[in-house]
């Protein structure tokens, strides 16, 4: 009877032993090196994400990729449009766009609007404003026909732009977001429904400000007037209420677009600056229109409360351990290579520049004399080695985090002598090198 008992205690002991060794080796293989999970920030939104806009770093994210229906924030790719076509010389600021029967349709059930005429005439910064500032989806589909000769023509132009951009989860059906199905006859001939992420809104904000910073002239007036000094004129409060003066006046906030329907709900990608950093906050299907707001105004506290922008090397430094390149053809056998100009990457407060390894490639068609002082020369990449690395938005501004590296000096062309006996020195140099290794080599 005690030998069993003695044998089912050591049973226990081994198994018990066995679990905590399973349980030990399922601990260990954690990804611990995996990015920690993002701060809990109790967000009553469907999605979200915060990007900082000059490194395109991710700060925050939650359900980032998938689309929802995005209502007027649609807008943000007729305005990158438009704006395009006014720097190419396609439009003019002061064009004038007349309106037909689908605009007037606009005017009198299209949700945020103007109340434009049938055969009313109004310039492309008349219109452009009243979208950018109102919302107004009218004076939307007057600059779609405007630019493109029908919405359906520019929707097609809207989704080729967002394929560009790299947005994965976007399709647009309408210039305006205002509800496909609700346009009757005039439904633009796309077929499918209007959808983008948080994610994608976040691509788009981010390419309108950077391509168009011109866009904040219009994005961060808080009151207009439409028709102004007319008998029909019409006062334009800004939907963006962090904009100064409005209800949720935020510190450093410009833009961008408000967006609601009913599926939709209520949704915001904003913009706003403070010091030298821009932060793009998207939140999508907040309950209110005050909810929004409110989540949107934690994303910017979260991001300028806990993230700033480290100079890693100012303008016209040189990288450690990569000081020179070797130059053919020049009087000089060496470069200086420096920084072209500074070099800023985003940093958790009370973080340093030390958290960055730096990597330099030279270019040598580029390290070919002449060189004249500011000429590029190569590529200075820095990545981040923090505990908690940031992803960025696109590919593209991964790429864009490469930074030039340039001639810090003039390197003029050697003469033919000067090349000549060179040429017999470095023979003469590398043979004499082989030769000692060789002999190095007898007596290993």
């Not at 493109?148 to 309408?174: D, I, L, R, Y």
């Not at 981010?206 to 219009?218: N, S």
């Not at 505990?387 to 003029?412: I, N, Q």
Request: net charge neutral.
């Amino acid at each position: 009877m005690q030998c069993t008992d003695r044998k089912s205690k050591h049973k226990k002991i081994v198994l018990t032993l066995l679990s905590i060794f399973l349980i030990a080796m399922g601990i260990s293989s954690l990804p611990f090196s995996v990015k920690a999970a993002a701060p809990n920030l109790a967000l009553e939104v469907k999605s979200a994400i915060l990007v900082e806009a000059s490194t395109g770093k991710v700060l925050f994210e939650m359900n980032a990729k998938e689309p929802f229906a995005p209502a007027s924030m649609t807008k943000m790719m007729t305005e990158y449009l438009i704006l395009d076509a006014i720097k190419n010389g396609k439009l003019s600021w002061d064009d004038v766009a007349t309106a037909d029967d689908y605009v007037y349709f606009m005017g009198k059930n299209g949700g945020s609007r103007v109340f434009i005429n049938k055969g009313e005439k109004r310039t492309v910064r008349e219109l452009f404003s009243a979208m950018a500032i109102y919302s107004a989806n009218d004076a939307t589909v007057m600059l779609a026909q405007l630019l493109a000769g029908s919405e359906t023509a520019f929707v097609q132009m809207m989704n080729e732009k967002a394929k560009e951009f790299g947005m994965k989860n976007t399709h647009f059906v309408t210039a305006s977001g205002y509800p496909e199905d609700l346009l009757k006859e005039y439904r633009p001939q796309i077929e499918g429904k209007q959808l983008m992420s948080a994610e994608d809104a976040a691509i788009l904000g981010l390419r309108l400000i950077t391509d168009h910073p011109e866009v904040t002239q219009f994005t961060s007036v808080p009151f207009a007037k439409f028709r102004e000094g007319q008998k029909d004129e019409i006062s334009m409060r800004n939907w963006n209420l962090l904009l100064p003066g409005l209800k949720y006046a935020y510190e450093g906030a410009d833009g961008l677009k408000t967006g609601h329907t009913t599926e939709a709900k209520w949704s915001f990608t904003a913009t706003a600056k403070r010091g030298n950093m821009r932060l793009i906050a998207v939140v999508m299907g907040a309950e209110t229109e005050d909810k929004r707001f409110q989540e949107t105004i934690k994303l910017f506290d979260y991001g300028f409360n806990n993230f700033q922008l480290t100079q890693i090397l100012p303008s016209g430094a040189t990288v450690p351990g990569h000081e020179e390149a070797s130059v053919s053809k020049g009087k000089e056998r060496t470069v200086k290579m420096v920084t072209a100009a500074p070099y800023m990457d985003v940093t958790r407060k009370g973080e340093t520049a030390a958290l960055f390894d730096m990597q330099v490639t030279e270019d040598p068609s580029l390290l070919v004399a002449p060189i004249k002082k500011g000429d590029r020369v190569g590529t200075l990449k820095v990545t981040y080695k923090g505990k908690e690395p940031f992803r960025y938005l696109t590919p593209e501004e991964e790429k864009k985090a490469e930074k030039a590296l340039v001639a810090g000096t003039d390197v003029e062309k050697g003469g033919f002598i000067q090349l000549f006996f060179r040429a017999i020195f470095d023979f003469i140099g590398n043979l004499f090198h082989q030769m000692v290794q060789m002999i190095g080599g007898w007596f290993r």
